[in-house]
């Protein structure tokens, strides 16, 4: 079985220095001192990522273009361990939850690990289900959530890694999470959920905030849809399928939500707008050739972007 010294927990963050600092502590108190904890900066603003990285006792690297799955990307290629675990600036670890991450990678046919993300206002509420396996490519939509996940780093990069595309800080501002579970299904490996691997989430979106958060997720789903089409269509036809009726039944149960009604609709636009935007984008592998990509950021003062291996 894999140990702790195989590990690499990854926060990508942007912006959000306190919130990143409160996410480091939780991470640093609950993992073994032979964790790499890699802070991944996606083109910060300032100078603050960095210093609550280093404040911490975080490794730092730096992207000066800003995306989700670029930063991503920048983290598996930053670290040398053979496992990573991604997890959110806004979430808050808790005790043994990298235990069930490892016990599954003994298994060699075990691509991916994933968690529970849990509202805050939850914890201590309700069991614990056993932990499912997934095996099919449609079921990478079911699979988990980015905010706890865990990747042989090898095999993603084999995949071309991330698609950089989707994911926050990109117009198509969601699901690069479950593209990879997808992809890394079709590639025939298997992906364990297991509910005792838990992370809180501290940071709930509201009012308009919360509807664009929605209606990014809608446009990177629609556009993950679209890929799947082309790249095998039966699973393509099958998640769009699956994602229309869900969507659609949310926002019918939730038609007189103002809050949730709102969002749900949001999304349902966003995935058929995200549907036709990837018609329109070339496809390298299994990623989205990135014609446009965001304007690069750099700071003011040049900073050392050498990882600096604080654990």
């Known amino acids: 079985m894999p140990t702790?010294?195989?590990?690499?927990?990854?926060?990508?963050?942007?912006?959000?220095?306190?919130?990143?600092?409160?996410?480091?502590?939780?991470?640093?108190?609950?993992?073994?001192?032979?964790?790499?904890?890699l802070v991944v900066d996606s083109a910060s603003d300032d100078g603050s990522t960095r210093d609550a990285a280093i404040a911490a006792g975080a490794a730092y690297v730096r992207s000066d273009i800003r995306g989700l799955s670029i930063a991503r990307d920048l983290g598996l290629?930053?670290?040398?361990?053979?496992?990573?675990?991604?997890?959110?600036?806004?979430?808050?670890?808790?005790?043994?939850?990298?235990?069930?991450?490892?016990e599954h990678f003994g298994d060699e046919l075990v691509g991916a690990v994933t968690g529970r993300m849990l509202d805050h206002t939850l914890v201590g509420t309700g069991g614990v289900a056993p932990p499912k396996r997934y095996t099919r490519t449609?079921?990478?939509?079911?699979?988990?959530?980015?905010?706890?996940?865990?990747?042989?780093?090898?095999?993603?990069?084999?995949?071309?890694?991330?698609?950089?595309?989707?994911?926050?800080?990109?117009?198509l501002a969601g699901a690069e999470d479950l593209d990879m579970f997808c992809r890394v299904l079709e590639a025939g490996h298997a992906i364990v959920h297991d509910p005792s691997c838990v992370i809180h989430h501290m940071n709930t979106r509201q009012g308009d905030s919360y509807t664009e958060l929605h209606h990014g997720y809608g446009l990177g789903l629609g556009?993950?849809?679209?890929?799947?089409?082309?790249?095998?269509?039966?699973?393509?036809?099958?998640?769009?399928?699956?994602?229309?009726?869900?969507?659609?039944?949310?926002?019918?149960?939730?038609?007189?939500?103002?809050?949730?009604g709102k969002a749900d609709r949001a999304m349902l636009r966003g995935i058929g707008q995200g549907f036709f935007a990837g018609a329109g984008m070339r496809l390298d592998g299994s990623t989205f050739v990135d014609e446009h990509p965001p304007p690069t950021t750099p700071l003011e003062s040049p900073i050392d972007r050498d990882p600096g291996r604080a654990r």
């Open 4 to 37: 702790p010294r195989d590990l690499a927990v990854i926060v990508c963050t942007r912006n959000r220095a306190t919130m990143l600092g409160a996410a480091l502590e939780s991470i640093l108190a609950s993992v073994p001192g032979d964790v790499e904890v």
């Open 77 to 102: 290629r930053t670290s040398t361990r053979p496992l990573v675990l991604f997890t959110d600036d806004d979430c808050v670890a808790v005790a043994g939850w990298i235990d069930p991450v490892l």
């Open 138 to 171: 449609v079921q990478g939509i079911d699979a988990g959530h980015g905010a706890v996940m865990a990747f042989r780093r090898e095999l993603v990069l084999e995949l071309g890694g991330f698609d950089p595309v989707l994911g926050a800080g990109r117009r």
């Open 223 to 260: 556009a993950m849809a679209n890929k799947l089409l082309r790249l095998r269509f039966t699973v393509g036809v099958a998640a769009l399928a699956v994602l229309l009726k869900r969507t659609g039944g949310r926002a019918l149960r939730h038609l007189r939500d103002p809050r949730k």
